[in-house]
């Protein structure tokens, strides 16, 4: 019988343990309930720095080769591919495929850094746990990246849906908004984040948004909307902040926290065993072609005392063939000691984007001073600012050519300018046998389309 | 375990019902009762013994028209106290029963006679309880330990293709210890990959989803958790199917069930089993590819076509190479020969309280693939069974514990170089045993082998479950159950798998997987039976409470400074992890099954299960599931009997119920924040959705088995219609917001129906010779039912009402263009654009139908079994995973030499070019109904010839039995499809294994 009493006390036992008390599982240590992030402000602080974390690992960002920076370099005339990869080839050829796994790389991935935005905008909105001066610079810098990620999505698709919440369910039957909708969302944006953000560097790192950066981003985003005296009023306000930047000799300029940098992405944020820049990771040529080169248009576009082009453009030669590389990075082994972050804005723009504002404003002279400043420290001659023979359009142009030779392989800038400036049909149409005029937008990707039903393709694809 | 622990309680149980129904039955209809010339009681022993005298323990010994009886112990004895003039019953499982007059005789041997086709004779596990085909209400296949046995495979899912009907198991590719998938009557999710059938070994529930793998080889598949186990050592295989056998697993049996229960032993004579085989697999298919003079005139004519010059970067083919080097690449890197080698011992015994079976196996293999790449099995199991004097007590515990090591290699789409190489690439070696790589014109593909990939998998089930007969008919057990699997996968980047010229730059670096899996099951369950004279009730309740803990945990290690070092996190520069999960399951459940019958001829199974999971929010979290089944045995109606005389067994059975599934991931339903991969940040990893709740699985089904000529022809005809509903999916989002998809319930319905038909037939019976066939055949029909504005989600453009699921939504071919030989997509909505609106095209990709065919050959003491599994089906070209476009860089079929030269040309290739524009109308051409291609095979998948020695030979020697075989695995392929292999596509095919062997018992 004494089996029979251990076998009932075991039954009780168990009975005793509700069914619903037993199925409850703790949260494990991997994760944090997204109600606790937004508790305190260590972890609402981590969520942001979650964000930047994310932009080096994020396709669009990443100064990988399916980056922008290397994307849309392809697609205008600064780079080629060195290799077969049928992805590249699209976009160089500009001929991209609905179903291109890169073209969609970038639209998701830059979706999903506005969705960590807005996550973050959503768990600070009236957040009395979090101390209020946390809260508006926090704020601030989610807004910031909601911008400048909405600026590539508008400049690179055209018109693309707004999202502003983490209501999936509605997000996911969205249209596509006009660009001036964009546009105002990111200047609201960047102007808020303007306001609530301070002048400083977090720890001297020059990582984390903060007011000069979004002045910085609004000044080319003025450009954009030919706003062109606030672009030179934004543009003034960095450039005037000497103590914190200034125009570096070309082999300091890409280091880390260098005093020309307005913003960088440390490759940190990969983790351990990422110390150093995709973009040297992939450029730099050592004992083989890599992926990309220089095309030879764009070697020839510089005079041949340009500094630039020995201090960030390398050669590598084959037997019978030789490659032109970006070597604005200088360290590719992923391993070596960090010395360089990812810029991804920088003073030299600012004041190529004020002589351009000038310029536009028939301030003649005051654009050629500008772009002086930046021709002077590649070696070359200043332009006579008192030439009475140069016009307005010939100084455009000649800050759309000092632009392409001084911001080459940083961030598809060179692409943007070309749509920005409407030359891409004329500068492209005798470089790119598969030119067409619909190809200044990348097609909406085919992935997106089918879900949504909502959306519609650009033309031309 | 605690199956075949139940199994026992169960023929105690049965035997006691049916005990009682004999008594009640012969007491009923005993009109006139016969005359006693004895009344006086005697004690009557005797020994019971099968046809060979081998003693049969556990016979029921009963005296006809009274209620006692006995059962016979370890040695086949008995004894027992009987009228003089009484009758005896004996009575066993799987034996014919006999009645015997006692006359006053003291001693009374009988020797029982086998009952080989009864469909009694087989017990089936049905999970909580035991069952026969004779009296089953649900729908169960088996498959038994010898079929298993005989297959040199690695992963028991393998050994079950083609044999039995509603349940397709697929091999993914011939690489060794990848996860087989099964599927039990189709597709019920929009979910892909959530058809996982709930796993069961020895009555604990194994967490058999595949484990996460790095290697190209192994990562889509993932690797097989079941592999540990001993294949000789599994006694039987059951999957239970319909809502009658699997609404008793509740939240958990939406799917199907898998019972894997190992060998016991219930004898008590000591016995030493040892058995050896070795052989070899190959690789069983090869493409037909070019050759160089062919291969090298496509690429040239390529290039005339599209007026462009081969460079070094874009045709090193034409450009660096020589021009006259032949070399067959499928020979070079995929044909190997692997040896196999397997040894097996098994050690059992016991006295009448207490037997064990102890047992250990090892087996070791090579590789198809070049190099030395071994794969590596050790086992070892115990199984132990006490019971009490008095017989109240049961104890069994059984352990099941397996090893392996599986060395593979990093091997970077070596199956796709394999048939693309072009045939003049280099030599793959230097003169001095270096890779060549050919002045970095190419990677050299074997550059995998220094990429060494190790995956060791430690794997413990164990049981324990303990019985006690609180009175007659009434039983209280308790199971126990615990599992415990670790893996570890190590993949090493040495330097020779770099190009020397870039060694400088290399980041020698490691990548490690770590799994664990533990969960513990306890069930104390309650069982009673009881007759009410014509009326059996069986009656079980019980309890579950299981706790799953997984965790996983990836990390690699970056910069380390020399060969002879990677791997060695110490010496790594840096290390970094790239995740870091801890998954906690927990799961508690009340079930309970009423069964009745009346007078062995109709049947009632009721089965219920409530059920609480924590993958679900909190106002979701308890369900409840329940089924009802019903059959009768129609031929033992009188009116069946005297009309329908051939007819010697009829059964009608149907079954009706509900279960659920929970195959999501744990946790969906919060909204969490993980740590990134940079220091101090979080990120939220996905979206999160609390309300979602169980996929509801209705499954109806009605089935027909039928028996002819003394039931030498068996048949049994299924129909079934299983509907799931509230459809739980990972629902895909546009990236716009922020993610690809959610966790939501759907208003979806599902439906799979179909007819099974399994035949078995012993043909031909004579004394030395007889032949058996079985025949297993399967027409499934999967139909998404409804979906509410399909039109407005984002499924829109994968699935269609009315149509399966597993559909491809294609364009329409148009032909080659005859001004620019390019292929041409039909724009069917006219609208200027070809997007996937013009995909109007369905082309179904699963299964049309399939069966399988054994047949068992016995001829003296050679036995010949084979088994041919067929299916019909379409699958994707081989070109769709190739990616090379008529032309372009990379070897190809012999087809591409028809390609289109000029207009008229009667071709589906296009013009030979290399260029971008003539690729992407080729990326089009893949997405057309010309790509989907006939992939229907026939396979001989099993072949088996063995050889029994005389008994009389062996009793000289000492020896009980002696077997020699030799068995074949994948012999051959009959198919159309061009590509490697008509089920994986440009994959491994399955091994074509050879092994010969040796069977010894002591």
Same mark, same amino acid.
């Given at each position: 019988m004494k089996y029979y009493k251990i076998f009932i006390l075991a039954l009780a036992c168990t009975l005793q343990l509700s069914c619903e008390d037993f199925v409850e599982v703790e949260i494990p240590d991997d994760r944090i309930i997204s109600e606790s992030v937004f508790s305190s402000d260590e972890t609402a602080n981590s969520a942001v720095k979650g964000i930047y974390n994310e932009l080096y690992q994020a396709t669009f960002s990443s100064g990988f080769q399916t980056s922008v920076t290397v994307l849309s370099a392809l697609s205008a005339d600064n780079l080629k591919a060195t290799v077969t990869t049928t992805n590249l080839l699209e976009f160089e050829e500009n001929e991209i495929f609905i179903s291109n796994s890169y073209n969609l790389g970038i639209w998701s991935s830059a979706y999903n850094i506005i969705y960590m935005a807005n996550a973050v905008l959503e768990g600070l909105r009236d957040n009395s746990n979090i101390s209020p001066e946390l809260n508006e610079k926090l704020t601030g810098e989610a807004r910031f990246i909601r911008a400048f990620t909405y600026y590539y999505l508008v400049n690179l698709y055209g018109e693309v849906p707004l999202v502003l919440s983490t209501d999936y369910d509605d997000n996911s039957r969205k249209t596509r908004n006009s660009s001036s909708?964009?546009?105002?969302?990111?200047?609201?944006?960047?102007?808020?984040?303007?306001?609530?953000?301070?002048?400083?560097?977090?720890?001297?790192?020059?990582?984390?948004?903060?007011?000069?950066?979004?002045?910085?981003?609004?000044?080319?985003?003025?450009?954009?909307?030919?706003?062109?005296?606030?672009?030179?009023?934004?543009?003034?306000?960095?450039?005037?902040?000497?103590?914190?930047?200034?125009?570096?000799?070309?082999?300091?300029?890409?280091l880390a926290n260098s005093r020309e940098a307005i913003w960088q992405i440390s490759p940190r944020e990969g983790g351990a065993s990422q110390t150093n820049t995709r973009e040297g990771a992939l450029f730099i040529m050592l004992n083989n072609r890599g992926s990309v080169a220089l095309t030879e248009d764009f070697i020839e576009s510089f005079e041949s005392n340009d500094t630039r082009l020995e201090q960030w453009i390398g050669l590598f030669t084959t037997e019978n063939e030789s490659y032109y590389f970006p070597y604005k990075y200088k360290v590719k082994n992923a391993t070596d000691e960090i010395s360089e972050y990812s810029m991804v804005m920088r003073l030299a723009e600012q004041y190529l984007i004020r002589a351009e504002a000038h310029a536009r404003q028939d301030k003649l002279m005051e654009a050629i001073e500008d772009l002086n400043k930046i021709r002077q420290r590649s070696n070359l001659s200043a332009q006579n600012t008192n030439d009475p023979g140069i016009n307005q359009d010939e100084i455009l142009n000649l800050i759309l050519e000092e632009r392409r030779k001084e911001l080459f392989t940083e961030w598809g800038l060179r692409w943007l300018d070309l749509k920005r400036s409407g030359e891409a049909d004329a500068v492209l149409s005798s470089k790119k046998p598969f030119w067409e005029d619909t190809d200044v937008f990348y097609p909406i990707p085919e992935d997106e389309l089918r879900k949504n039903p909502n959306l519609t393709q650009n033309e031309g694809y | 375990m605690k199956n075949n622990y139940q199994s026992r309680v169960y023929i105690v149980a049965v035997i006691v019902i049916g005990l009682l129904l004999i008594f009640s039955i012969k007491s009923l209809s005993a009109a006139t009762p016969k005359p006693l010339p004895y009344f006086q009681d005697i004690t009557i022993t005797g020994t019971i013994t099968d046809k060979d005298g081998l003693p049969v323990p556990g016979a029921t010994v009963s005296i006809n028209d009274s209620n006692n009886g006995t059962l016979t112990n370890m040695e086949g004895n008995y004894e027992l106290t009987a009228p003089a003039g009484a009758t005896l019953v004996i009575s066993y499982l799987g034996f014919k029963s006999r009645e015997v007059a006692v006359d006053g005789q003291e001693e009374i041997d009988i020797q029982l006679e086998e009952d080989v086709q009864a469909l009694g004779a087989v017990e089936i596990n049905a999970g909580y309880y035991n069952t026969t085909d004779r009296e089953r209400t649900g729908s169960i296949s088996r498959v038994s330990g010898e079929d298993i046995e005989q297959q040199p495979v690695v992963g028991p899912l393998e050994a079950l293709q083609g044999r039995m009907a509603g349940v397709e198991v697929e091999q993914p590719s011939g690489v060794r210890g990848v996860a087989s998938s099964i599927r039990i009557r189709g597709r019920s999710s929009l979910r892909s990959g959530a058809d996982q059938p709930l796993f069961i070994v020895d009555g604990v529930p194994i967490n058999a989803n595949s484990i996460n793998s790095v290697g190209p080889f192994t990562n889509s598949s993932g690797m097989d958790p079941l592999s540990t186990l001993n294949l000789s050592n599994i006694a039987s295989i059951e999957v239970l199917k319909?809502?009658?056998?699997?609404?008793?697993?509740? /939240?958990?049996?939406?799917?199907?069930?898998?019972?894997?229960?190992?060998?016991?032993?219930?004898?008590?004579?000591?016995?030493?089993?040892a058995k050896i085989y070795t052989g070899f697999s190959k690789v069983s298919n090869r493409m037909d590819l070019m050759n160089t003079e062919e291969y090298l005139e496509v690429r040239r004519t390529a290039f005339e076509n599209d007026g462009a010059t081969p460079t070094e970067s874009n045709a090193p083919d034409l450009v660096l190479w020589d021009q006259n080097r032949e070399t067959d690449w499928q020979e070079e890197l995929l044909g190997g020969t692997s040896p196999i080698t397997d040894l097996n011992m098994v050690v059992s015994g016991g006295n009448e309280q207490t037997s064990f079976r102890l047992g250990g196996s090892y087996r070791n293999e090579g590789s198809v693939f070049p190099g030395t790449f071994e794969y590596n099995k050790a086992t070892a199991n115990l199984s132990l069974h006490h019971k009490s004097k008095d017989r109240k007590f049961v104890l069994d515990f059984t352990a099941n514990y397996g090893y392996d090591n599986n060395e593979l290699f990093y091997g970077n789409n070596f199956v796709e170089r394999a048939i693309i190489l072009p045939p003049n690439a280099p030599e793959l070696y230097n003169e001095d045993g270096s890779l060549n790589w050919a002045g970095g014109s190419w990677d050299n593909p074997l550059q995998g082998l220094f990429r060494p990939q190790n995956i060791k998998t430690n794997n413990l089930i164990s049981n324990l479950s303990v019985q006690y007969n609180i009175l007659e008919?009434?039983?209280?057990?308790?199971?126990? +159950?615990?599992?415990?699997?670790?893996?570890?996968?190590?993949?090493?980047?040495?330097?020779?798998?770099?190009?020397?010229?870039?060694? =400088?730059?290399?980041?020698?670096?490691?990548?490690?997987?770590?799994?664990?899996?533990?969960?513990?099951?306890?069930?104390?369950?309650?069982?009673?039976?009881?007759?009410?004279? @014509?009326?059996?009730?069986?009656?079980?309740?019980?309890?579950?409470?299981?706790?799953?803990?997984?965790?996983?945990?990836?990390?690699?290690?970056?910069? *380390?400074?020399?060969?002879?070092?990677?791997?060695?996190?110490?010496?790594a520069d840096g290390v970094r992890i790239n995740s870091d999960e801890k998954l906690h399951y927990r799961y508690a459940a009340i079930f309970g099954r009423l069964g009745f019958d009346w007078k062995k001829k109709y049947y009632l199974n009721i089965t219920g299960r409530k059920d609480g999971s924590s993958r679900f929010g909190l106002n979701k979290?308890?369900?409840?599931?329940?089924?009802?089944?019903?059959?009768?045995?129609?031929?033992?109606?009188?009116?069946? &009997?005297?009309?329908?005389?051939?007819?010697?067994?009829?059964?009608?059975?149907?079954?009706?119920?509900?279960?659920? /599934?929970?195959?999501?991931?744990?946790? +969906?339903?919060? =909204?969490?924040?993980?740590?990134?991969?940079?220091?101090?940040?979080?990120?939220?990893?996905?979206? *999160?959705?609390?309300?979602?709740?169980?996929?509801?699985?209705?499954?109806?089904?009605?089935?027909?088995?039928?028996?002819?000529?003394?039931?030498?022809?068996?048949?049994?005809?299924?129909?079934?219609?299983?509907? /799931?509903?509230?459809?739980?999916?990972?629902?895909?989002?546009?990236?716009?917001?922020?993610?690809?998809?959610?966790?939501? @319930?759907?208003?979806?319905t599902i439906e799979n129906s179909g007819w099974e038909i399994a035949l078995n037939s012993l043909n031909i019976k004579g004394d030395n010779f007889s032949w058996q066939t079985s025949l297993n055949f399967t027409v499934p029909r999967n139909k998404l039912v409804e979906f509410d504005n399909l039109e407005l989600t984002s499924y829109r453009q994968t699935y269609r009402i009315g149509e399966p699921l597993d559909i491809a939504l294609v364009y329409k071919y148009g032909g080659i263009n005859p001004e620019t030989g390019q292929y041409e997509i039909q724009d069917v909505n006219d609208d200027g654009r070809i997007d996937f609106s013009d995909q109007t095209g369905t082309a179904f990709l699963g299964r049309k139908f399939y069966g399988g065919i054994q047949n068992t050959i016995n001829y003296k003491n050679f036995n010949l079994g084979f088994l041919f599994e067929y299916i019909n089906q379409d699958r994707p070209s081989y070109l769709v995973e190739m990616f090379n476009s008529p032309g372009s860089y990379g070897n190809n079929s012999t087809q591409i030499l028809n390609a289109w030269t000029q207009p008229g040309d009667n071709t589906n290739i296009q013009q030979l070019s290399q260029s971008i524009p003539s690729l992407l109308s080729y990326f089009d051409v893949l997405n057309t109904d010309l790509m989907i291609t006939d992939a229907s095979f026939l396979r001989l998948k099993t072949l088996s010839l063995s050889y029994k020695f005389p008994k009389d030979i062996l009793q000289d020697?000492?020896?009980?039995?002696?077997?020699?075989?030799?068995? +074949?695995?994948?012999?051959?392929?009959?198919?159309? *499809?061009?590509?490697?292999?008509? &089920?994986?596509?440009?994959v491994i095919p399955p091994l074509r294994t050879i092994t010969s062997g040796i069977r010894i018992t002591l």
């Open positions: 909708e964009i546009y105002n969302q990111i200047i609201q944006d960047l102007e808020i984040a303007a306001e609530q953000l301070g002048s400083t560097y977090e720890n001297g790192e020059r990582l984390r948004a903060n007011r000069f950066t979004a002045m910085a981003l609004l000044a080319r985003v003025y450009l954009h909307l030919e706003e062109w005296e606030l672009a030179e009023d934004y543009s003034t306000e960095v450039i005037e902040a000497s103590q914190t930047f200034e125009l570096l000799a070309h082999e300091e300029v890409f | 319909d809502a009658d056998a699997t609404a008793i697993y509740g /939240s958990r049996g939406a799917n199907g069930v898998v019972l894997i229960s190992t060998k016991k032993n219930k004898g008590d004579q000591t016995q030493v089993e008919g009434l039983q209280l057990k308790t199971s126990l +159950g615990y599992s415990n699997l670790s893996s570890g996968e190590n993949t090493r980047f040495l330097i020779d798998s770099y190009d020397p010229s870039t060694w =400088d730059q290399v980041n020698l670096r490691s990548y490690h997987n770590n799994t664990q899996r533990n969960s513990w099951i306890i069930e104390p369950q309650l069982v009673y039976n009881k007759s009410l004279g @014509n009326l059996n009730i069986d009656v079980l309740a019980g309890l579950t409470l299981q706790d799953n803990k997984n965790s996983f945990l990836t990390f690699e290690g970056t910069g *380390y400074g020399d060969d002879s070092l990677v791997g060695n996190l110490r010496a979290r308890i369900a409840n599931f329940g089924a009802i089944g019903a059959a009768w045995i129609f031929s033992e109606e009188a009116f069946i &009997q005297e009309n329908l005389p051939f007819l010697s067994f009829g059964k009608l059975r149907g079954s009706y119920g509900t279960t659920g /599934s929970d195959q999501i991931p744990d946790y +969906g339903f919060m =909204d969490t924040y993980e740590a990134t991969d940079g220091p101090g940040g979080l990120y939220p990893t996905k979206l *999160y959705n609390p309300n979602f709740s169980w996929e509801i699985n209705r499954k109806l089904e009605a089935a027909l088995q039928l028996g002819f000529i003394e039931d030498r022809i068996n048949l049994e005809l299924n129909w079934y219609r299983n509907r /799931s509903s509230n459809q739980l999916i990972g629902y895909p989002l546009p990236a716009i917001t922020g993610f690809s998809s959610v966790q939501a @319930n759907l208003p979806a020697l000492g020896i009980k039995a002696l077997d020699l075989y030799l068995h +074949g695995q994948n012999l051959f392929t009959a198919t159309d *499809y061009l590509g490697l292999d008509p &089920q994986g596509g440009q």
